[in-house]
């Protein structure tokens, strides 16, 4: 038998381990519907009780998606999560939202820094069917190649408004920059806080719906771990447009500090305004204005 490192994560209920799914392996284009348990950690953010974006959990009380869901809809008492299933069908429980945290350098216009932090208002009673996923270790690295998954209920093409009931899963390859820094594709839009993903000839991409689900990768060991959060793109699935992704392990300091205390995310924040006010964004590597 393998061994397999588990990542235990700790809480007043159970000890759950994160990035490790019990279901067999089976807005995503060209997908296939999900199998139940597959992604645990699959979250379907509401707003006025309609869904809006896709998140990750990543502890009982917080999950991660992506900034520009919150751009015109920021009241947080008509946000919910729906969690622990992967079909949206009406009677599922949902789970009130007490905080949600955009990271300060989130920059509308070009979707630079495109990470979000939400606090529930309860911690999550975790269970093999509701359970987190990991983060990148500190030191890792992104490599072009690789090959992860998608996940979500975003529409399967750009030219449909009907979301599916049950989320759809569909593999992709993590993309070299400079294929997707290519005049013909997104030219220099793609800043050090992105990556693009799909397969080479189009076909599999996120589409609307998607956003701030979660890109995930899997480990030899058999750990999946959150790398990318579904931020942008042209159009679904097309050749030359691969789906673009916010890069976890380029700011997972912010998510750390965020998630261990308002100081310590308010401190870090001061930190990198600092930076930008003495070096400037494109200076100091924190990307366009």
Known sequence: MMN?????????????????????????VGGSVARPGRWPWLLSLHWAG???CGGSLLTENWLLTAAHCFKRHSDVRLWSVMAGTLSRRSGNPRFKVSRILCHPLYRPSSKDFDLALVQLAQPLNLTDAMAPVCLPPPGWVLQP?????????????????????????????????????????YRQRLTDRMFCAGQPHGGVDSCQGDSGGPLVCQEAEGVWRVVGVTSWGQGCGLPEYPGVYSRIDKMLNWVHHAMDGLSGGAWLTKRLQQHVDHAGL???????E
């Open 50 to 52: 309609s869904h809006r």
């Open 4 to 28: 397999v490192k588990v990542h235990k994560f700790s809480s007043c209920n159970a000890s759950v381990a994160c990035g490790l799914p019990w279901g067999p392996a089976s807005r995503v």
């Open 145 to 185: 190649g690789m090959n992860c998954w998608i996940s979500g209920w975003g529409t399967e093409n750009e030219a449909s408004l009907v979301l599916p009931w049950r989320a759809r899963e569909a593999r992709v390859q993590v993309l070299q920059d400079s294929h997707c820094r290519r005049k013909e594709v």
């Open 282 to 288: 494109e200076e100091s590597g924190f990307g366009p």
